[in-house]
Every structure is written in structure tokens, then in C-alpha cells.
């Protein structure tokens, strides 16, 4: 038996790096991409974590590597006080039966020559669960309900939905085998953002109604703002930083996290007006070949010359549950150590200014923006 206050997955220490091959006929291993690094989190009965970070620093090979569908190359993860890795054929199906994923592209995950109730019955089918076809036909109906269409969507085709209505299926789907953690890769990237919340509401609703787990991965700042109870933030393999919603918002205390929420657009015209943009510079580095020290050195608008460049920072806990892997983090926070301007950055590490969004998108008349105001609060 696992005790109730147990949290539903640790990870502990993950990495999976893939090994970068060459050579037509003597297949040499040159090297590896670090895609996860070393993440330790933990997600409780009930709740959501949610991941951000640009794009490439590893969040869905975590994701996937939690279900086992990439195979770590070290560290554990633990689910309901097992460790993943030490199951094999029956048990680790029964295992996956109890978390499932929700893809991002609901079109490609989805089979496009089976309808409906053909998606939704063949797991039940595949797992013995619904009791004949009679009690399958009546779960089917269920789920439908649950995730808000109507019954005749049996009888229809994927594409003949909206986005938002594939994903209602994609979730459907996900849920049908009555899971307990649920891994939701970028669930509403694909949706126009009209339909974006009616997504987020109903994974919610589901949540509360079944005492769902989530880990929701996201590179939108404000969609894993509204659902989680805690979020982690990713850089190149690793978490920076960690802590509840509501204090990571309020209160980011790693630069990476500063810089990513600066470019989240206020709702407030007078406070988006005011608010500084923190540039960074140059490009996200090569998880192949990752800067030395703290791995955000190459860009960082607060890096010191000592130990930035040659000493790995730890995740640090700085208040309760606000975890932060900065050297300087205390001085950053109390405003003992000023910023420089991202065009100050990029002339020492010999590359380009570049605005960041939570996409790592580019700005060009964010360009001129300096780091030295304060970041407005949300
Ligand atoms: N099967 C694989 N073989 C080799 N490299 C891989 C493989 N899967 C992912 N990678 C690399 O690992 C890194 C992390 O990729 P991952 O897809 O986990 O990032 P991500 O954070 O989910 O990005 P995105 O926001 O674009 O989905 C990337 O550099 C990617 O190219
Ligand atoms: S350790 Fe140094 S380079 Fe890394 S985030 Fe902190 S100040 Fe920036
Ligand atoms: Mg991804």
C-alpha cells in the first residue's frame, strides 16, 4: 500500500541523452544530445505541474520518458511507489493503463479511417474493460458526455471536427481507460485561442470530477499559469526553477524565468505600454554541447564573472517550495545586482540580440528596449 500523502510520480534525477551518430558504414556514436539533464520533480494525488520552457529543452522526451516511451539513460521514475523501470510485460502494461498522454496535433494522434466510437472503444477492447459490446457502446456515450459532445459524434470521422472538437476526443480517449496521471504535451498549442480555454476548463472540470493527476507541458506561460498548482521551468535539459503558480508569477527569481515572463502580454493597456521586455542574447546553445557552469551564462543579463562560467548551480530552496538553481539569486531578488543590457551580453559572447517569448520568438522592435527598468507584476 502507498500512503495517500505519497506523491503520485517522483522523478528523480532523470536524463535521457540520444546518441548523435555518423558514418555510413562504421556507425559511430559522436556525441550525445542531453535532452534531459538531471530533473528531480514531483507531482501529488490531484494536482497539475506544469513545464514550460522554449522550444527543444527537453519537455516532451521528459513527458515521454515518464511513460517509458523513450528509455532513460539514468535516474528513476517512480509512480505510485514503483519504479517504472523495474516492470516489464503485464505489469507495465497495467502500468500505462494508468497514465495516459494527450497530444498536442489530436489529427495525428487520432486515426483518421476509424470514427468515433471505434477510437474510443479500442482501448476498452484492447484492455478487456466495458463489459461486451453492449456496456462499451454505453461507456462510449459516457465519454462523449463527459468531454461535452453529443452522441452522434459516434458515427463521424476526425476530420470532419474542429480542432477544438478533436482535441474534446484526443482527451476522451486519453481518459477512457480511467488513468490517474494524465500527460497533456502541449494540449491547447495546436487551438485557435478562442477555443484554447474552453480546453483548459474542461481538462479542469475532468480533474476535478475524476481526481485526475496532471503534468501539463507548455511553452505558453499563461495557459500552465491558469491550471497548475506548481510549475517548473526547463532550460537545456534541467529546471531552473520551481515553485507554486502563484509565486513563480509574482515572484521569478531565476533570470531565465524573469525574461520568459516579461514577455507575456499584459492585459492592462497602460501597464503592457510600461512594461520592460528582458532581452536575451543569441540562441538557445546545442543540448550536444552545452555551456559550461551555469548553462544559462551564454545569456544571462546578471552573470558574474565568478562562478557563472565554471560552477554548475544547484536548485536551491529560497522560500517554502520555491526552488531556484541561480548562484546569485538572493542578490538578483533584493536588487543588490543590476542587469546588463542584452546588446552588452551579445557583444561578449560575440552573437545577436534576440527578444524572447516563451517560443523563443523574435521581436525586432522589442530590439531597442533596455533591461534596467523594473518588471511590471501581473
Ligand atoms: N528521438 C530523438 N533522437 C535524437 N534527438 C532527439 C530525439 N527526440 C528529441 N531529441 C532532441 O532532444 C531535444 C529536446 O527535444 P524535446 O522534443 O524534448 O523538446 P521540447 O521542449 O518538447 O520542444 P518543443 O517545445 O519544440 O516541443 C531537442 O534538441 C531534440 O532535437
Ligand atoms: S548562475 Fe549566473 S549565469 Fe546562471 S542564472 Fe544565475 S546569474 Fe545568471
Ligand atoms: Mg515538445
Redesign the pocket.
Known amino acids: 500500500m502507498t500512503a495517500a500523502s505519497e506523491p503520485l510520480l517522483r522523478v528523480e534525477g532523470l536524463q535521457v541523452h540520444?546518441p548523435i551518430r555518423r558514418g555510413l558504414f562504421f556507425d559511430r556514436t559522436v556525441g550525445h544530445?542531453r535532452?534531459v539533464d538531471g530533473v528531480d520533480l514531483a507531482i501529488d494525488r490531484g494536482t497539475t505541474y506544469g513545464l514550460v520552457?522554449?522550444?527543444?529543452?527537453?519537455?516532451?522526451?521528459?513527458g515521454r520518458a515518464v511513460l517509458r516511451l523513450?528509455e532513460p539513460t539514468a535516474g528513476r521514475v517512480v509512480f505510485d511507489g514503483t519504479d517504472v523501470a523495474s516492470l516489464g510485460g503485464e505489469p507495465l502494461r497495467h502500468m500505462r493503463r494508468r497514465m495516459q498522454m494527450v497530444f498536442q496535433d489530436p489529427l495525428g494522434s487520432l486515426d483518421p479511417r476509424q470514427d468515433v466510437e471505434s477510437l474510443l472503444s479500442e482501448p476498452l477492447q484492447a484492455h478487456g474493460l466495458g463489459g461486451g459490446k453492449a456496456g462499451i457502446a454505453t461507456r462510449v456515450r459516457e465519454l462523449l458526455d463527459a468531454v461535452g459532445l453529443p452522441a452522434a459524434a459516434m458515427r463521424r470521422y476526425p476530420h470532419e471536427f474542429s480542432g477544438g472538437q478533436r482535441q474534446r476526443i484526443g482527451i476522451a480517449r486519453a481518459i477512457s481507460l480511467e488513468p490517474d496521471l494524465l500527460i497533456a504535451d502541449?494540449p491547447v498549442s495546436a487551438l485557435d485561442v478562442s477555443v484554447q480555454a474552453q480546453v483548459v476548463n474542461l481538462l479542469e472540470e475532468l480533474q476535478e470530477r475524476l481526481g485526475l493527476t496532471y503534468l501539463v507541458?507548455a511553452?505558453d506561460l499563461a495557459v500552465v499559469r491558469h491550471i497548475s498548482d506548481v510549475v517548473g521551468v526547463?532550460y537545456l535539459g534541467s529546471l531552473v526553477e520551481q515553485a507554486p503558480a502563484d509565486a513563480l508569477y509574482d515572484e521569478p527569481l531565476h533570470p531565465y524565468t524573469r525574461a520568459l515572463m516579461s514577455a507575456v502580454p499584459v492585459p492592462d493597456p497602460v501597464v503592457e505600454e510600461r512594461r520592460a521586455r528582458i532581452l536575451l542574447a543569441g540562441d538557445l546553445p546545442s543540448?550536444a554541447n552545452p555551456p559550461s557552469g551555469c548553462r544559462f551564462h551564454t545569456r544571462c543579463p546578471w552573470r558574474q564573472e565568478t562562478r557563472c562560467d565554471d560552477e554548475a548551480p544547484v536548485l536551491r530552496e529560497l522560500a517554502p517550495g520555491h526552488l531556484v538553481s541561480c548562484h546569485w539569486a538572493e542578490e538578483i531578488r533584493d536588487g543588490v545586482l543590476r542587469p546588463k543590457s542584452a546588446e552588452e551580453v551579445a557583444a561578449t559572447q560575440g552573437v545577436s540580440v534576440r527578444a524572447t517569448g516563451a517560443d523563443g520568438g523574435f521581436e525586432p522592435d522589442a530590439l531597442l528596449q533596455g533591461v534596467d527598468e523594473p518588471i511590471e507584476r501581473r
Do not use: D, N, R
Open positions: 540520444f544530445v535532452a520552457g522554449e522550444s527543444g529543452c527537453g519537455k516532451s522526451t521528459l523513450v502541449e507541458i511553452h526547463m543540448p
